[in-house]
């Protein structure tokens, strides 16, 4: 049995029994368009149809089903990278950017050295415990202060009262 593809271009030779009354799906190997192939040239003996038969279904003609070749995608297991993206080597190979190894290994060496994390909750206790002694020692040196600059006293009396009201917020925050 000789079919045709679709596309016009391609003939196969096939064994006549290879494909049943049912027909089989086949697909050309030269453009890869897969529809479904019935017996070419089969005479089917007519079988006595009643007349109720008849009459209740039309033969309707057996279209074949072109079906459009699917890009399959054929890839292999990648394998994990051997040289990093951002090695000098794999830099200087694909995009002919030299970089000097040496001066980079030594200043990130630097850098690391001198790289001093403080931190922000260690800041806030470095403030609040500096605010503390700025106060204490404007408390305790209040009348030296006020003797030299009379002026002042205002300003300080103000000022500590004002810590004190604070302090008092606190306490009354912390016992109920």
């Not at 800041?123 to 006020?146: D, E, H, K, P, T």
């Amino acid at each position: 049995m000789i079919i045709t593809c679709n596309c016009g271009e391609k003939k196969f030779t096939l064994p006549d029994n290879s494909i049943p009354a049912s027909g089989r799906l086949v697909q050309c190997g030269f453009c890869g368009l897969k529809w479904k192939q019935f017996p070419v040239g089969e005479v089917t003996k007519p079988q006595s149809i009643s007349r109720l038969q008849k009459v209740a279904s039309k033969p309707q003609p057996t279209e074949q089903k072109i079906q459009k070749p699917k890009n399959v995608k054929k890839t292999a297991p990648k394998k994990p990278r051997e040289i990093s993206l951002y090695s000098p080597e794999y830099l200087a190979k694909k995009h002919g950017i030299k970089i000097n190894e040496t001066e980079t290994t030594k200043t990130a060496k630097k850098t690391e050295k001198n790289k001093v994390s403080f931190g922000f909750y260690n800041s806030l206790i470095v403030f609040i415990i500096f605010i503390i002694a700025i106060s204490r020692i404007l408390y305790f040196s209040q009348n030296f202060l006020i003797s030299l600059f009379p002026m002042s006293e205002f300003y300080l009396n103000y000022f500590f009262e004002s810590i004190r009201n604070i302090f008092e917020i606190w306490k009354n925050l912390i016992t109920y």
